[in-house]
């Protein structure tokens, strides 16, 4: 039903719920703990990208700063066992690349230490997501403003140092480290690879 909502933040809620006014309406917006740091200030505008859950006695609407985040949503409540209340709750203890690389390195540890996910549910979150979920599709949010080309870059940077041995998970977190000064593939590696030696 709805895409997105703009418009300007009217309250925001410490459990996660913030009141966006647009055109005089306030919309009732649920989101995770990664999007509620990322909100911009009381009065200000801003843009939610939303997903509509809809059933009998519900009509709730979720909101993410990126885009990326609703996607992963969507894929998590497409998992048995794993609702839209579950998914939010794994959202706010990761965000999403990283839960992203987590999935691709079937890292069950990390997984399982995220509030309200267990052993089993990490298993069947890796199990069923692992062949669906693209590393590059999730490393665009600490980039949003330089765009896909710097995304394509991170990801070969990961890319190069999981081949030299290196596990997904600390070469996802030293080229996001190193992509903060370097803008090319070949200088994220250089700094991510200086990084993991200190």
Do not use: Q, W
């Not at 895409?3 to 009217?10: L, Q, R, T, W």
């Not at 703990?33 to 997903?51: A, C, H, I, W």
């Amino acid at each position: 039903m709805y895409a997105f909502i703009s418009g300007k933040v009217d309250h925001v809620n410490s459990d996660g719920l913030v009141v966006v006014n647009n055109n005089g309406i306030g919309y009732n917006i649920v989101v995770s703990g990664n999007t509620l740091s990322k909100l911009p200030r009381v009065g200000e505008d801003v843009k939610l990208y939303t997903y509509n859950h809809i059933k009998e006695d519900t009509f709730a609407l979720y909101g993410f700063v990126h885009f990326d985040e609703k996607r992963m949503f969507e894929k998590l409540i497409n998992i048995n066992g794993v609702g839209c209340k579950m998914a939010i709750g794994i959202l706010s203890g990761v965000d999403s690349a990283t839960l992203a690389v987590s999935i691709a390195s079937s890292d069950t540890a990390s997984l399982s230490k995220i509030k309200g996910v267990g052993k089993k549910t990490a298993e069947r979150i890796i199990l069923e997501l692992k062949e669906k979920v693209d590393i590059s599709e999730f490393t665009s949010s600490g980039v949003d403003n330089v765009g896909v080309a710097a995304s394509m870059e991170i990801n070969d940077a990961v890319t190069a140092l999981v081949s030299l041995g290196i596990g997904k998970m600390d070469a996802y977190k030293a080229v996001m480290k190193a992509s903060e000064t370097a803008t090319t593939t070949n200088a994220m590696i250089t700094l991510a690879l200086r990084g993991m030696d200190r």
